[in-house]
């Protein structure tokens, strides 16, 4: 995903091309290509880089450390939250890849709690400390931040995190 992320970057940047396009657009028909496509879709140097070492990050102790269920978060976190800002999300073009984040950072910080094991505890509190000012980022701020993203996303992972905190064995 991050490949893409800059592969579409890096095209926008050294030909002109404009992919706001392909941002989410809430309730029409051209937002719905936005599901798929608004995640790899960024702004700015600023927002792809900080959407890049979170994503890095996350994604490799979600694939570490639960490998048996990493790939249904993972697309549950992207597609899931895609469709819910899809749904019911300020109408505005919604892009970047923060909703996963937000998605992954929640199960992570959750799934420890629901599945009350060491190792999964220690992570959670890891996940907390680190991106401790994720709990405000769900709240309206600027108007050029999807917080709809980051609060559908958090909601997300906190859900699978309940769902897959039950299973026997998650690595």
């Known amino acids: 995903m991050v490949f893409l992320m800059w592969l579409f970057f890096f095209v926008e940047a050294s030909f002109g091309v404009n992919w706001s396009f392909l941002g989410i657009v809430p309730r029409t028909s051209q937002g719905l290509v936005g599901i798929l496509t608004a995640p790899l879709i960024h702004g700015s140097i600023p927002h792809i880089v900080s959407n890049t070492i979170p994503l890095l ?9 639960y490998k048996r269920v990493a790939r249904a978060v993972f697309l549950q976190c992207y597609f899931f939250t895609g469709i819910l800002v899809w749904l019911f999300a300020r109408n505005s073009i919604h892009i970047g890849a923060s909703g996963v984040i937000y998605g992954l950072a929640f199960f992570l910080i959750f799934f420890g709690f629901f599945r009350k094991d060491f190792k999964s505890l220690i992570l959670s509190i890891l996940i907390l400390v680190l991106y401790d000012g994720l709990f405000i980022g769900v709240l309206p701020s600027s108007s050029g931040v999807s917080w709809e993203s980051h609060l559908f996303g958090a909601g997300v992972g906190f859900f699978a995190a309940r769902r897959y905190g039950k299973l026997k064995r998650v690595n």
């Open 57 to 65: 990050m996350l994604g490799t102790i979600l694939y570490l450390f």
